[in-house]
């Protein structure tokens, strides 16, 4: 049954410390966690694709589907209308450009606030489960999730610092 060891540093230097040498130890790097009231900047490969967010490419994208359905709505809307134009098209971009906008703004603020949520790992199950009050005093928190014996034991060795 995995088993979950934490332990409270006073800075973050030591709680990257400890999370270095659980790593070296043989834990993932996924059964490592560190819990912070505020952004621990890490010296990270910058070729890593880890540390890259793709809020941006997500903020796209919801623009693009806002706008697809906001010319979709006001075309649609205006030819079941049956309006009387006196000869001039139903359909115009001077007409629909405000709700094309705004439905395009939507679409990228509502995704954007999705991968936000999703990338700070509050969407996910189960994310309040490893979480101590000592962060919220200032404390930086290092969880280690443990599948073995021996591994709470390394666990215990390395984070309390026998």
């Not at 006073?10 to 270095?20: F, N, P, V, Y």
């Not at 509502?110 to 994310?127: D, I, V």
């Not at 930086?140 to 591994?151: G, K, M, N, T, Y």
Request: aromatic fraction near 6%; hydrophobic fraction near 45%.
């Amino acid at each position: 049954m995995p088993e979950s060891i934490h332990v409270a540093f006073d800075s973050a230097d030591r709680a990257l410390a400890a999370q270095a040498a659980l790593i070296r130890e043989g834990f993932s790097s996924e059964a490592v966690t560190v819990m912070s009231n505020e952004p621990i900047h890490e010296n990270e490969d910058e070729d890593s694709e880890d540390g890259k967010s793709h809020i941006g490419l997500f903020a796209i994208i919801g623009g693009v589907i806002g706008a697809a359905s906001a010319v979709l709505l006001t075309v649609v809307t205006a030819k079941r209308m049956g309006l009387v134009t006196g000869g001039m098209p139903v359909v115009t971009p001077w007409a629909f450009g405000i709700i094309v906008f705004e439905l395009t703004m939507l679409g990228a603020i509502l995704s954007t606030l999705a991968r936000m949520l999703y990338e700070s790992g509050l969407a996910r199950p189960g994310w309040f489960k490893h979480y101590d009050k000592s962060v919220a005093e200032g404390k930086v928190v290092v969880f280690a999730r443990c599948s073995s014996d021996p591994l709470v034991e390394k666990a215990q060795r390395v984070l309390r610092g026998d």
